[in-house]
């Protein structure tokens, strides 16, 4: 029986379309949907157990894969299976769960698992910006109790003109990469990054993508009502007990505001609250504390978080008693790692990160090996986030979704600054020391300053910054938070990170709690981490001003050079042999790439002090060394031969070639020695390729008076001895004919036809 499907069409204005269908396929899950833009084809399958888990929160888990045969390819390694998700399916993930998360009830703990798979490749479509669109059709397809439809758009912008998901070749044109999640009401979700672009243009950039988004969010629910949109799913919901509610509101509220208000540290602060929450739990029984324990603990924290909020709104104080608009104490420092090739630390407030660079050949290049996206990365940064950075105690499972995303967000807050010819790989790492609220801003400071000191030429320094905003709905007051804590990214209504040099923003990542969010308030907020990024630039900058002039002396510096193509292969040797002695013996590291479009060699030599690297030029210069038919060139002898010694040129080491015996000079010479010995040096004259030899010629005699009365020998007649080859003297005379075999057959006769 063929399925019954239900497709729908969404135009993206410039003949390109995404559709939407149902009913063919994984009709087992709770939601299912294919989304088709060109030959790009992801199919997303979500499910949802219908019964709650023992756990205060959404365990939602949303994964997103490639699969290699897609684009027609097989996976790399030694098995070919795919096996754990690569850090541009991690990030997509990310992408994803960030805007589904919030729009699900706080009290529905039910095991939920959005699955979405690129089934098949367009090269000229970028997959990642339609799992957003498919996540959400999938769910409205479904009962799940989901507040409503969302997508995500990826915005481009090439000369001006802003595009909706672009494809790859457009985007590497563009001065702009993000990506936007949002329901037809609300933004919700803002990730890229940008060519130091200003705060209002990136403002126009959410706008144009949130009217796409809106078509995208129609569309869905069209689908639904065409499919048969399903009854809501009743659950049970967690335990409210008002009376409960208020009494704690009562008892907690004022002593919360009072400890929030005294401007303590992080740990005093937390033991404190601790303490207030522990006292509460005391007023109880056990026998209620066994009923409704953990009631207590829940309104206590809302309670908190009431408490918090309104200090901030009323009074404008924050925890640590700084203002909305202050930055916490700043300290940096460089060159703190003796042995590293540039490192710094970057201490603001209770966050710290201290960032190392490492300086390498395009051999050390990151690999990118995904069915939607293949090639290297040049400079990339790693984020490591340990467990003691924040006084924690707990298992450690690897680089969690986390860091990568982190990690990103900096990496892409500096690349744009690393000049294009850069000739190193350069690897940056940031270990996270301690914690206490915008780490990978840290990051970028830590970042930035710590390729300054490896001498990296950076085009400009870069700082970041976390933004936070507490509003009211009620009261329209709202509060934008420069350098937000922990707690604040807990209890607020945005986090927004943003990062940028003193002319634009360079890279911004953002989740909005609130619906409706005002272009006004994010535009305040976008001036307010401008003012803050600055300031924390200034400090960055006081420590050091500009990239060191050169690399460290322990650092390896890296020189390149190009080479015609015909040479290549000569300095690579016979299985490689002549680059790697020359490797062992001049203690560098030595790369050759085949460049594209000139096919010349690009040859990367990469080694700690001169002596290495002029050895290596010394070697190329000598391979690609012509000597001028004419000239006089100066020569060591480096090999002593019967017929003559091998000699090289003294301005191209290795480059040799041999002086015959006879052009040694003018007189016969019997012994090679009793002219020349080792590590003679002379000159010789250049008479190019010897027609009858093949072989190039030099000549020290010529460029040596001629001896008196030198009579030059005879040249030798070719054709001598020819007259006494006579056919009497080729010995037939003893050939006789009686020597001939005589047990040959008689002919016979050759019949007639």
Known sequence: MIPKTYKEVIDLGDGREISIETGKLAKQAHGSVVVQSGKCMLLCTVVSNYRQSP???????????????AAGRYPGGFFKREARPSDGEVLTMRLVDRVLRPLFPKDYHSETQVMIQLMSHDPEVMPDAMAGLAASAAIQLSDFPFECPISEARVGRINGEFIINPTLAQLEESDIDMMIGASADSVMMVEGEMDEISEEEMADA????????????AAQVRLAEAFGKKEVREYEGEREEEDLEKKIYDMAYDKVYAIAKAGSSK???????ETIKEDIKATFSEEELEDFGDLVSKYYRKAEKAAIRNLTLNEGLRLDGRKTTEIRPIWCEVDYLPSTHGSSIFTRGETQALATVTLGTSRDANQIDMPSQEG???FYLHYNFPPFCTGEARPIRGTSRREVGHGNLAQRALKGMIPEDCPYTVRVVSEVLESNGSSSMATVCSGTMALMDAGVQMTKPVSGIAMGLISDADSGKYAVLSDILGDEDHLGDMDFKVTGTADGITACQMDIKVKGLSYEILVNALQQARDGRLHILEKLTDTIAAPNADVKDHAPTMITRRIPNEFIGALIGPGGKVIQEMQKETETTIVINEDPVTEEGIVEILGVGKKGIDAVMAK??????????????EVKVI?????????????????????????????????????VNMGDVFDVKYFGQDPRTRKEKVS???????PEGYVERPPRDNNRGRDNRGRDNRGRDNRGRDNRRDDRKPREDKKED
């Open 620 to 633: 190329i210069d000598s391979l690609l060394f012509k000597p001028q038919v004419g000239s006089v060139y």
């Open 700 to 706: 020290r005699k010529a460029i040596l008076p001629k």
């Open 267 to 273: 740990h005093e602060r937390s033991a404190a609250f």
């Open 376 to 378: 290297e990365e040049r």
């Open 639 to 675: 090999k002593m031969l019967d017929f003559g010694a091998v000699v090289e040129y003294m301005e191209a080491p290795g480059n040799e070639v041999l002086l015959h015996v006879s052009e040694l000079a003018w007189e016969r010479t019997e012994n090679v020695s009793d002219v």
């Open 55 to 69: 756990v205060d929160f959404l365990p939602l888990t949303v994964d997103y894969r490639e699969k290699f045969a």
């Open 206 to 217: 959410i706008k144009f993508a949130h009217e796409a988004i809106k078509t995208q969010c």
